[in-house]
């Protein structure tokens, strides 16, 4: 192989395959990302097994087409540090690889490009179109809410429910629930798929915020393809059943209280303050008379916060995992939030004040 | 106690004796900042043993006066968080202290104020004065190089030798010394002290950097007090006799080559890529005919680099532990710098180009 491209463009693609790196694996060639040069230019793939990452041809000045796998860390290291314009890669039949850019050369031990597993094969016949900042959006507002053990492999994921003209995400931990829905730009039949959370993380970070900019998805029985371009994810689904969450989100409601997010969120983040483990100490709210009265009691001493709010409806108290009110109000773009509740022990909701598109469901703690 | 101040002046207190609150101690009230309030407003101190820093009195609106220590982190995250433009702060006799600010109030446990050891008493009889800025750079410039381990107490410090008109820092850590000189607005007798590492960088961080500000020290045979006007800072010097340094620093070298600085630190890094460890495996230089090759061979492979520089004198072969070339080339202000080399197994010597008020001497590596 002996190819001469541009360093930006190189280094580009290798920032977008590196999220399908594998960390120290018992595998090293997972740690490598594959170079691929033909006629058409270069492309770049990483493949953890569970997630992989594949850009489009890139141009290059070719000289001679070939591949070869590069442990990804140094390899990007390199590009990132070199300050030459253009970058030139060569290898030999030992797969000792030479990067040549500006004054600097560096020698490293490649791996045979054959022994690099690739992707899986995912036929294109159900297409999904969507803006690639609403499924950003998505998964910032859903991903945080997944469950972090393992015990029920399906709550490590997030629900996707396709339909010929919306999306919905909904992500359960068993406490709370994140639901939200997008319209999609052209569809097809109903289907719904578990994509695992680690898979969504890492392809938030790659979408584009760029209101014009489309991503495709594609599903098969094992696999979720997203083509965004200039590049295509393909990860592995959690098999199973997800778990019914729609009758949960019910409108019988006995309080509704309207309040500003960015001080509710400020009163709760002071009220965990008296508390070292921060965040874990239970929150009570004490809703009634236009007002939010906030009380939190932990080893340091007592922390008690009042916030002005629109009530419609009864008076309560609840208590609440502080985080869990936090992790939701952050995410909403709205100032304003609804909160309904029906009682001390039954689930309230969030949503932004206009609108339903963003649902949040949480359980309170008993006092 | 009870006094209403601006939350700001709180926080700016706290803000700077911080530095000296300790860790997780076997002492608790080590963990707390002693709040003294009397007629003329409150003052701050903290004090770990080894450093001591208080602030001056700051103007409050105090209707009962009286001492308190409250825990250090759990006072600071909450005058932080709050937000009024005031704080109230009262206290009962068994050291409740009720902090109000807007619509938050906290209430948390303090301890006994007269239980907070006192700082040591530095008189003030021989005052040397610089400018804050000054100081910081000095420290800046050499701090980097004190000895990490404990074998040689005196080299876990700095050097200070202070004169009716100058005061020198210097640092040694066994491989490399360095030193920086800068002017006294006015000093005294001739004296050395050796103050530790830990204090220098702890009031680099409260040191203004604005041109104006002067910076009072004055030295007892056990301690030296910073003052900086709005706090003082007072460590324990560390007893010993520091190393002879000065014949070290020899005019006489057999080759010295000028250097643009910043391309010396991005090929210098760049030759650390080869290595997982990085900055630890050597680099080669080969100087002569008006460059400079760096070669560096690890486990992963190999890199090499060509720099342009002025040389004057003979070629030479000559290896070192990148990182202490790199960490002296960073605090050098000029871009371009001086190099002198005696020969392969001898010493060099960095400068910047004009000037020796710094100068770094660094000792190479066997081949």
Redesign the interface.
Known sequence: MKFTCQRENLLNGINIVSKAVSGRTTLPILECILLTVSKEGFKLTANNLELGIETAFIDADVEETGIIAI?AK?FS??IR???GESVSIETDEKNMTLISSG???????GQDGEDFPMLPIVEKNNEYVLFQNDLRNMIRQTIFSIAQDESKPVLTGELIELSNNSINMVSVDGYRISYKKSNLISGNDNIEVIVPGKTLNEISKILSNEGEDKVSLYVTDKHILFDLGKSIVVSRLIEGEYIKYRQSFTEDFKTKIIVSRSELI??L??AC??SRDSKKIPVKLEIGGNRIIINSNAE????????EIDCDGDGLKIAFNPRYLIEALKVIEEDKVAIQFTASLSPCIIKPLDGDEYKYLILPLRM
């Open positions: 442990e140094i290291e390199i540090r070199i300050n004054f600097s050369q560096f020698k490293i031990a400020s009163s983040e002071r303050l008296i340091l001493g007592t922390a008690h916060e009042e916030i």
